[in-house]
């Protein structure tokens, strides 16, 4: 994971939100196979600690955009979370927001002309 004064980690810190609620796009997890998906998405890119996890998903959960129950599908007992309506709307605006902020960055960066 990036370390504090990587600038990297700042940008994860930034857009945890909408990585966890794309990552739950695929169907519902618990804690650490959201981590591993993530992970494992992101092509090793992101290794989000349990301390930064789980205080993101209890947030996504207060502002009804996650859902959870407990699962006793495994040997352990585990919390799993899932996407909400609410949710799922919230992750395709975030996504058109990230998509135009995306093109501006890259315009500027690149010295690209604008568009259409």
Known sequence: MPTEHDPSGQMLKGNLD??????LQGGPLHGYAISERLHLLSHGAFDVAE????????RL???????SQWSD??????????????????LENRRQE??????GMEAVLWGEAPRG
């Open 98 to 103: 990230w998509r135009a902020f995306a093109e």
């Open 51 to 58: 301390g930064t996890l789980y205080p993101a998903l209890h």
């Open 73 to 90: 599908e495994h040997a352990r007992r585990r919390r799993v979370y899932a996407l909400t309506s609410r949710g799922l709307a919230t």
């Open 18 to 23: 909408l990585l966890l609620l794309a990552t």
């Open 61 to 67: 959960e207060q502002t009804g955009l996650l859902t």
